[in-house]
């Protein structure tokens, strides 16, 4: 089997965790990793890395993430979504007029309180081992940015919205702050997430269907290229003696190699299209310095 990545539409169900632990056991393989947690009743892409390409999973360029989700106005839960205990309950008298107007109110930079049902650490401890407690602490606020959030449907107090928004949002506390500005509450009944590090549910394989490609010996057929996701970065390309050097960990001189300058990290690739790694250009030393490696260090 070799690296990349298999995107995996997680299950209703499920923690994150839970399904990297099945993949463990269906594909024989322990180094995986993956990008972007979801709660357990959100289902969608998850990318999962596989072998070398796990080293990708905190040097990712593109973190945005896309997601359809349902709201429930008049509710408000401790966890802002349906799986928590009603604290609750207001009449809905808004109009879809109104409604629109208060998720459109939500686009743009902004600062989110995270919720006390979610895996953000204060002092070392995650917040929901803190809510499970029945224990309420002072969090600090964080800066997101939402870039879109378009209304898909209303039907009666139910909402269904996309959002595309940047990492460390939190699309069931953006919904539960519309029902506030509207005077009603909300909780999230529904999430599915439509687009992570560059992946969308076209690229995603169900449990199921992993299963059944490893037991037909066909895994190889649909694990991606890890250099996919950082597809957005400039390239180059590496003469074969600069790839060998390269791939030993030596600084290469980035001006005579005659690469363009650049504030954002490097694709770096052999003269074969071997993808060999991410770098990024030392200005004051001129040279070309690694971040990762994902091609397999050169032998003397």
């Known amino acids: ?23 463990r056991g269906i594909l024989k393989t322990r180094k995986l990793g993956h990008a972007g947690t979801l709660d357990p009743m959100a289902t969608g892409v998850l990318p999962v890395f596989i072998g070398r390409a796990t080293k990708a999973c905190d040097i990712l360029p593109n973190q945005d993430k896309r997601y359809q989700a349902t709201f429930r106005l008049g509710i408000t839960t401790d966890t802002q979504d349906s799986t928590g205990t009603i604290l609750r309950t207001r009449p809905v008298t808004v109009g879809e007029e109104e409604i629109r107007r208060a998720v459109a109110a939500f686009v743009g930079e902004q600062q989110q309180l995270p919720p006390m049902y979610s895996a953000v ?22 800066q997101i940015t939402v870039y ?28 539960n702050d519309i029902g506030e500005r509207l005077g009603c509450g909300a909780a999230l009944t529904a999430l599915r997430r439509t687009m992570a590090a560059g992946y969308t549910l076209k690229d995603a394989l169900t449990l199921e269907q992993l299963t059944r490609i490893m037991e037909e010996g066909r895994v190889d057929d649909y694990i991606l290229p890890v250099d996919k996701v950082f597809e957005t970065l400039p390239a180059i390309t590496l003469s074969e003696k600069a790839g060998r050097l390269y791939k030993n960990g030596v600084k290469l001189d980035y001006r005579r190699l005659r690469v363009e300058e ?26 070309l310095r690694l971040r990762k490696l994902f091609s397999i260090i050169q032998e003397n």
């Open 121 to 142: 650490r204060v002092d070392g401890v995650h917040l929901y081992d803190l809510a499970r407690e029945g224990r309420e602490v002072e969090r600090q606020a964080r």
């Open 262 to 287: 650049t504030d954002q990290d490097i694709r770096v690739y052999g003269r074969d299209g071997t993808f060999l790694g991410v770098s990024y250009l030392d200005r004051e030393s001129g040279e």
């Open 148 to 175: 879109s959030m378009e209304v898909l449907d209303i039907r009666g107090d139910q909402v269904t919205v996309e959002v595309h928004c940047s990492k460390g949002s939190y699309v069931r506390t953006l919904c």
């Open 1 to 23: 089997m070799r690296d990349g990545v298999l995107c995996i539409d997680k299950p209703s169900g499920h923690t994150s965790f839970d399904v990297i632990a099945r993949m």
